[in-house]
């Protein structure tokens, strides 16, 4: 079972076996994947401004701490001022110039890449994909530490249809449901994981969901709260909700995740639990749509996989970075920053509950770094 319960509500023995499988969760499957290039802090070209600036992504909070303490690892004299805002927040931090780079779940729309050629002195933007991190489904049922739903029932709790934990539907998925209102829990804020979550819906629901996507909830119902930690922390203290969260936050709230049906599990009759290995498996499927150094990332394959044990809601972390700045100190420093998340910064992501870059993602992420003027 895919136990994140909270510590207060179980007793000392199952504390210890929650904290083992949350630790196991995280690091399950196998050892995490490496760059071709050695980890190793001269790879880091230290340089430019001293203090930056990013906004944007509450999902790829923990990642960018972990990308930090790398930075200043290897540049003791510089560092990095993030501000977890969403990633509708950090895009227009960046296109104002507030931000040197902005951190983002989803890419840039047609209109934000004009903006973001302005702001970046007539050269384009890039999006560079930096880690992977799996949206866990998670719920607050002291009744139920096992639960099992698909796009189409999480289509129908999310725009309001299914109402209740003992609908007939989520019983023929579960067996006996508690007799309890839903509440459902979703971003106040404009967010990457919301634009995320909605596609899956629209891509894997069978029409059901019919709010688009989009970085703002469309379901009509619920209760909002900001960024991951907002959700995450309401689900924690709500009995009978359930929310969408970057793994690592349900992780930190000792949150229990569903098991997601996907077309291919319905035929092995096999749910599939989020970790490691499944999200592995969504990720080898992954492919580069953007072209040269603009290395959007096409999540349409996620959603509905043809492999039995292949987890469908997958975050592609990117940072949005203009390809020459106006300034040469600020585009030393990013580089700087940006050779340290894509070398030694991906070495220990897996334990943060994300899933570091694959080999042929990191090649070409470092290739687009190394061209940042």
Request: aromatic share 8%; charged share 15%.
């Amino acid at each position: 079972m895919n136990r994140f319960r909270a510590v207060a509500t179980r007793t000392p023995a199952v504390v210890a076996g929650v904290v083992a499988t949350a630790g196991a969760l995280a690091l399950s499957g196998c050892t995490a994947p490496h760059m071709t290039l050695a980890y190793a802090s001269e790879l880091v070209t230290c340089g430019g401004k001293a203090d930056l600036k990013a906004a944007g992504s509450t999902a790829q909070a923990h990642a960018i701490a972990e990308f930090l303490d790398v930075y200043r690892t290897a540049c003791v004299d510089r560092t990095l001022d993030y501000t977890a805002n969403g990633s509708g927040a950090g895009i227009t931090d960046f296109l104002a110039g507030q931000a040197d780079f902005a951190a983002s779940d989803s890419p840039l729309n047609a209109e934000q890449r004009e903006l973001a050629k302005q702001r970046c002195g007539g050269a384009d933007a890039w999006h560079l994909p930096i880690a992977f991190g799996p949206l866990a489904i998670t719920y607050n049922l002291h009744e139920v530490d096992s639960l099992v739903l698909d796009a189409t029932t999480l289509a129908k709790i999310f725009n309001g249809t299914i109402t209740r934990w003992d609908d007939p539907e989520l019983v023929a998925l579960n067996g006996p449901m508690p007799a309890r209102e839903i509440y459902v829990v979703h971003r106040s804020d404009l967010s990457g994981s919301t634009e995320n979550f909605q596609a899956y819906l629209q891509a894997a629901s069978g029409g059901v969901w019919t709010g688009g996507a989009g970085k703002t909830f469309n379901g009509g119902v619920g209760v909002g709260a900001k960024g991951n930690e907002g959700t995450a922390a309401l689900v924690h203290i709500t009995e009978g909700s359930i929310s969408y969260n970057e793994l690592a936050f349900a992780m930190n709230q000792g949150l229990f995740a569903a098991e997601i049906k996907t077309p291919a599990s319905r035929k092995s009759k096999r749910p599939v639990r989020i970790g490691t290995d499944s999200v592995g498996k969504t990720i080898a499927g992954a492919t580069i749509a953007g072209s040269g150094n603009d290395l959007i990332v096409d999540t349409s394959s996620f959603y509905n996989p043809t492999q039995a044990d292949v987890y469908p809601i997958v975050l592609a972390g990117y940072e949005i970075v203009c390809s020459k700045y106006p300034d040469p100190a600020t585009g030393q420093a990013v580089k700087a920053f940006l050779q340290a998340a894509a070398g030694l910064g991906q070495a220990n992501l897996n334990k943060q509950g994300y899933i570091p870059l694959p080999p042929d993602f990191q090649s070409r992420v470092w290739t687009a770094v190394d061209a940042i003027s």
